[in-house]
């Protein structure tokens, strides 16, 4: 199986901060890499999949990129509804399967 | 618009079953993959299993194979998932997820609201 090995676990940072997660898979998946934000008590939300393709209507100061097996996740411009607990995941087509990181919780500084 | 609506949830003791259903509409069910994803109390999201468009291929992680089975109905647009042999450490929140198709790219792009199961005596 995959492993994917996301960090920081934990960020602070300010609003207007340029913020980076890393997620690091255990082969090569090429470009299988979806990126999810979460806030607390809600469903996640695709932010970016295929490791840098915006998600319809989410703003473009979220970027991702990566190939292989190192992937990076980038807020540019952190704005106040941004704090939330980011998650990157892989998946595999044949067979079908996903699995996600650990996670990012990104708390206001 | 897309909806997606978990029930079943509730209180069981370990060892015994329950059934997890998702409702779909506001889309052509057939068309796609669906998934169901957990999350324990306080914890990561951690993918359980998907169903492909047509039924035909199921796959579920480690922890659940022979235990959960996912299934849906095409002509009532529902996925659901039948989970026997529950243990305290399935308690969490089951979020059923639609797997955007193939020419859009890849992604859960439209998760339920979420349905709470708890495995305790």
């Known amino acids: 199986d995959i492993q994917m090995t996301q960090s920081p676990s934990s960020l602070s940072a300010s609003v207007g901060d340029r913020v980076t997660i890393t ?9 299988s890499l979806n990126w999810y934000q979460q ?3 809600k469903a996640p939300k695709l932010l970016i999949y295929d490791a840098s393709n915006l998600e319809t209507g989410v703003p473009s100061r979220f970027s991702g990129s990566g190939s292989g097996t190192d992937f990076t996740f980038t807020i540019s411009s952190l704005q106040p ?5 980011y998650y990157c995941q892989q998946y595999h087509n044949l067979p079908l399967m996903y699995s996600f990181g650990q996670g990012t919780k990104l708390e206001i500084k | 618009q897309v909806q997606l609506v978990e029930s ?24 796609y993959h669906m ?43 529902t996925v659901s998932l039948e989970m026997t042999s529950l243990r305290p450490e399935d308690t969490a929140v089951f979020y059923c997820a639609r797997e955007k198709s193939p020419i859009e790219g890849a992604g859960l792009d439209y ?7 708890t495995v305790s005596s």
């Not at chain 2, 079943?8 to 068309?31: D, E, I, M, N």
């Not at chain 2, 039924?55 to 579920?60: M, N, P």
């Not at chain 2, 998760?111 to 199961?117: D, E």
């Open chain 2, 111 to 117: 998760w339920g609201q979420g349905t709470l199961v």
């Open chain 1, 81 to 85: 509804e941004d704090f939330a607990t």
């Open chain 1, 23 to 31: 997620c690091q898979a255990s082969q090569d998946i090429s470009d």
């Open chain 2, 8 to 31: 079943g949830g509730g209180v069981v003791q370990p060892g015994k079953s329950l059934r997890l259903s998702c409702a779909a509409s506001g889309f052509t069910f057939t068309y």
């Open chain 1, 39 to 41: 806030k607390p008590g």
């Open chain 2, 35 to 77: 998934h169901w994803v957990r999350q324990a109390p306080g914890k990561g999201l951690e993918w359980v299993a998907v169903i492909s468009y047509d039924g035909s291929e199921r796959h579920y992680t480690d922890s659940v194979k022979g235990r959960f089975t996912i299934s849906r109905d095409n002509s009532k647009n």
